[in-house]
């Protein structure tokens, strides 16, 4: 990964790494491997992840297809 410092602006820099980076789920791995997980622990939060996932899927599906309201857009 690679930012560009511009004029010598290194916290602009740091601001776009850091987005960069939490856009890419860095900090998210680097805090599921700070401790051991169990294997059932694991098991669960993936299930999870996978059941948030089908869920925001098929809302967004629904909203294409005009069965429920979008979200309001705030102004």
């Known amino acids: 990964m ?3 410092v511009r ?3 290194v916290e ?3 601001r ?3 987005k960069k980076l939490q856009r890419e789920g860095v900090f998210r791995e680097m805090k599921e491997r ?6 059932s622990e694991k098991r ?3 299930k999870g992840e996978a ?3 089908a869920r925001k899927l098929a809302r967004k599906q629904a909203q294409r297809e005009g069965l429920i ?3 309001k857009k705030k102004s």
Not at 34 to 39: F, L, Q
């Open 2 to 4: 690679q930012v560009l």
């Open 7 to 9: 004029d010598n602006n």
């Open 12 to 14: 602009q820099a740091l």
């Open 16 to 18: 776009v790494l850091k």
């Open 34 to 39: 700070s401790a051991y997980e169990k294997p």
């Open 44 to 46: 669960a939060r993936e």
């Open 51 to 53: 059941i948030r996932r």
């Open 69 to 71: 309201a979008a979200p």
